[in-house]
């Protein structure tokens, strides 16, 4: 997938990562980048064209795809974090998480894979599509849903030559990460990373050290994983 030339859309492009995707889409010398927010008098890039969207809403969903038919780069990097876990949580956000990170991405994908033959597709996912924390349990079950989403939807567009990139990132000072305290990685870096690995064709990205770390902890008994991070 070439960048140059290429006619981009994002969700969640008006703040965090998805400001960045804009911006470095621009720079790579996309010919045009549609950006979609809920808000689009938050879209704050010049040169884009703005598109109001909630990815959870099918009829914004249909309407974005009718307004841009000439796509040939999906970002879905909208997202939400409700701080929710799953035994004790308030069921409306652990729907909420999975109605935005699946069955939103999901729904992107169904209404853009008809324009995206020989383009491509980059879901923004996270480390935590591969480990639970209390307290963000509700955000890792859709992530780990979303990963699997991203696996799945690869194979079943292979046949239409669309390339789908799977970026998975650790903790980003982003908006989101406010209230983190740990490290926390340069957007602009994690977003340079998603680019660079979808150009490269890469199915999957791994942008630091942590999402490194986790993904190859999956090979052994989830006990170490959790005892060393205890």
């Known amino acids: 997938m ?11 492009a008006n703040r965090g990562l998805g400001r960045h995707f804009v911006q470095q889409l621009l720079d790579r010398g996309a010919k045009k980048v549609y950006a979609t927010a809920r808000d689009i008098t938050k879209i704050d890039i010049p040169g884009v ?39 004790t949580g308030d069921l409306a956000d652990i729907h909420a998480e999975l109605d935005t990170h699946f069955f939103g991405t999901l729904s992107m994908i169904r209404a853009f894979a008809p ?55 650790g903790a980003a000072d982003t908006d989101m990460m406010a209230g983190y305290e740990g490290e926390k990685a340069d957007p602009a870096d994690v977003v340079r990373a998603g680019l660079d690995g979808l150009e490269a064709g890469r199915w999957e990205v791994l942008a630091d050290q942590w999402s490194t770390y986790v993904k190859a902890s999956l090979a052994n008994d989830p006990s170490a994983f959790y005892g060393a991070t205890a």
Request: glycine residues 6%.
């Open 49 to 87: 064209l703005p598109v109001p969207l909630d990815i959870t809403d099918p009829s914004q969903v249909a309407a974005a795809a009718a307004a841009a038919p000439d796509v040939t780069l999906l970002v879905n990097n909208a997202g939400i974090s409700t701080s929710t876990n799953l035994v």
């Open 2 to 12: 070439q960048i140059n030339g290429s006619v981009a859309l994002v969700t969640g």
């Open 115 to 169: 324009v995206l033959q020989g383009g491509a597709i980059l879901n923004v996912l996270s480390a935590m599509s591969w480990f639970s924390y209390d307290g963000a349990n509700a955000y890792s079950v859709a992530k780990a849903a979303q990963w699997a989403l991203t696996n799945g939807v690869r194979l079943e567009l292979a046949a239409q030559e669309t390339q789908v990139t799977a970026l998975h990132l």
